[in-house]
Nanobody, 126 residues
Framework: QPQLVESGGGLVQPGGSLRLSCAAS????????VGWFRQAPGKEREGVSC????????TYEDSVKDRFTISRDNAKNTVYLQMNSLKPEDTAVYYC???????????????????WGQGTQVTVSS
């Protein structure tokens, strides 16, 4: 049974940084497209960044470009989301997701991803 487990969330002041981790078991992330999504209270779950299955092409949502970086450590079967210059509007539960069948560039579309983690809370507040 594929399983994704997020960690690294917490409380951080505006302008601070966090690194989220998504550790996988039951699947090899190197062969999957992986996405990070977030859901703030009362809002829809939205895509933040993704890593294409082939070629390692990355995609970022406009509001996080130049602040967030997605990366992958194949040896650890883990995908990371480095978040810098955090803002209060980045407060949300962050989820990682994976998809085994993916053609071309990854998309920040929830429906593309069948495997999901349980989420980790990120709170940006002074």
């Amino acid at each position: 049974q594929p399983q994704l487990v997020e960690s690294g969330g917490g409380l951080v002041q505006p302008g601070g940084s966090l690194r989220l981790s998504c550790a996988a078991s039951g699947l090899t992330l190197e062969h999957y497209g992986v996405g990070w999504f977030r859901q703030a209270p009362g809002k829809e779950r939205e895509g933040v960044s993704c890593f294409s299955r082939r070629g390692g092409i990355t995609t970022y949502e406009d509001s996080v470009k130049d602040r967030f970086t997605i990366s992958r450590d194949n040896a650890k079967n883990t995908v990371y989301l480095q978040m810098n210059s955090l803002k209060p509007e980045d407060t949300a539960v962050y989820y990682c997701a994976a998809v085994g069948v993916q053609f071309g560039r990854c998309r920040l579309s929830r429906s593309d991803y069948p495997y999901w983690g349980q989420g980790t809370q990120v709170t940006v507040s002074s």
